[in-house]
């Protein structure tokens, strides 16, 4: 059987490039052939801290690519197909699946997580998970659909009033893309919350209103002085900024949790009494799928980068080899490396 190259994870720490088996493709899927794949933050823990579902195990769910070879059922998909996947693999027949709501689904699967994923030259995809991508999509843009998707799902997990005011907490992908996707849905004065100068000047470039460093600056105060916003997306799973996401909002206001928490999150009862005074609307968003799967989200996100409503130019902070293996995850856990996003360009 033929071989390829693969980034393969086999403990904390321990990441090498293998020579493995191009893998086999089922009836309903096809072999993509992979041209870039970011790291995802939840790639880190997995590769770094061994916080993986079993070993050894291939990372990568943020990719693109061409497609290669087609299983015989598969009807709307050829060779040569340049393409955008979507990572999750619902059961398809648990009550969720049933009404629509594949990114609830209690029997899920994932590649790069639950199964093997794109940090390889190539990986099976089932047709229904694949995404056509227009020659005018570079594949390295095409490759940030998947974080593009996830903040159009948290923005939309709430009612938006066009000209409205909200605040972003966390200057990551998420929390970047958040923000450029509610300039395009019409939204006035957009606040974002970091506390990396270098994150909050990018923000600055594409379309935040204000910035605001919260090493330097009393968040909660400043934001009383100059606007209170109607909405908050808080993208960075930190307890400070889970606490001032609830504190920030104008009464009647609506909250999204999108980070993901890593520590204890406790809310005094101050706090806990403006979510009832104010009768704030308090949600989390999870994943970035819907019906008919994968979801609007998806057509839509490739829109924006068509349109050039996403700025992904400036996301590309580090193109990396696989060749450059576990230093490419160092490099994005490093505060000191300023990156945005890190992807292999394959």
């Known amino acids: 059987m033929s071989k390829m190259k693969a980034l393969v994870v086999y403990g904390k720490e321990d990441v090498r490039l293998k020579d493995v088996d191009i893998p086999a493709y ?69 009550e969720y699946c049933k009404t629509g709501k594949p990114a609830m689904c209690e029997e899920y699967s994932f590649l790069g997580s639950r199964q093997h994923g794109a940090m390889a030259e190539y990986v099976p995809v089932k047709a229904e998970n694949l995404v056509k ?12 659909i998947e974080p593009i998707t996830v903040a159009l799902h948290g923005i ?42 270098e994150k909050l000047k990018v923000a600055k470039q594409m379309g935040a209103d204000e910035i605001i460093n919260a090493k330097n600056v009393d968040v909660l105060a400043y934001l009383a002085e100059h606007g209170k916003p109607e909405y908050a997306f808080e993208t960075a799973g930190t307890p400070i900024t889970q606490m001032q996401s609830i504190e920030a909002v104008k009464k009647l206001g609506k909250v999204v949790f999108v980070g993901t928490a890593t520590r204890d999150f406790t809310l005094p009862p101050k706090s806990f009494e403006k979510i009832l005074r104010g009768e704030l609307e308090v949600t989390g968003s999870w994943m970035s799928y819907s019906a008919p799967f994968p979801g609007y989200e998806w057509t839509a996100a490739l829109q924006y980068i068509k349109e050039k409503k996403i700025n992904t130019e400036l996301f590309l902070t580090h193109i990396c080899r696989l060749e450059e293996g576990i230093n490419a995850f160092y490099t994005l856990r490093n505060p000191e490396a300023n990156s945005i996003k890190v992807m292999f360009e394959l």
């Open 133 to 144: 991508v227009p020659d005018e999509v570079d594949f390295l843009s095409a490759a940030l």
């Open 156 to 197: 939309d997990r709430v009612t938006l009033q066009s000209g409205a005011t909200a605040v972003v907490f966390g200057a990551g992908t998420i929390g970047l893309l958040t923000l450029q996707c509610l300039k395009a849905r019409g939204l006035g004065k957009v606040y974002v919350v970091d506390i990396v100068d």
């Open 26 to 94: 089922a009836e309903n899927e096809v072999l993509v052939k992979v041209k870039a794949c970011g790291i995802c933050g939840s790639d880190l823990p997995r590769a770094l801290d061994g916080k993986v579902h079993s070993y050894p195990i291939i990372l990568g769910h943020e990719f693109s690519g061409v497609v290669e070879e087609v299983g015989s059922a598969v009807e709307h998909f050829q060779k040569g197909d340049r393409v955008a996947v979507a990572p999750l693999l619902p059961c398809g027949h648990c």
